[in-house]
């Protein structure tokens, strides 16, 4: 169907697309823990962003129960943040040189 260079073109294409997948299916197995209160709520997520496990400090479930749900709110926060760094920075080489957008998200996350 495809001829000279965009024959080249697209074997490159779905080459990188492969390595696209295995990235991805690498950052999955990976996990990233977020903090809140100078290590009082801890929140795990996995690569997908699934929450793993919640651990509270005793001590502040005494406090406010607002308070321990803000607490857990930046905790699950922090751990996000950690998450799209984790995916920037696994993902920058299949992005350089596309000159995207910024806040394009890619590949479409």
Not at 1 to 13: N, R, T, V, Y
Not at 71 to 86: F, G, M, P
Request: glycine residues 10%; aromatic residues 4%.
């Amino acid at each position: 169907m495809f001829d000279g260079p965009l024959k080249d073109m697209m074997k490159q294409a779905q080459k990188m697309t492969g390595q696209m997948e295995e990235a991805q299916q690498a950052i999955a197995l990976k996990e990233v823990i977020g903090e809140s209160g100078a290590g009082l709520v801890s929140v795990t997520l996995n690569g997908n962003g699934d929450c793993r496990s919640v651990k509270i400090n005793p001590n502040v479930l005494t406090d406010d129960p607002e308070i321990v749900g803000e607490l857990i709110a930046s905790a699950i926060n922090d751990a996000n943040l950690k998450l799209e760094a984790l995916k920037k920075d696994s993902m920058s080489s299949f992005t350089e040189g596309l000159n995207l957008p910024p806040g394009f998200k890619f590949p479409f996350s």
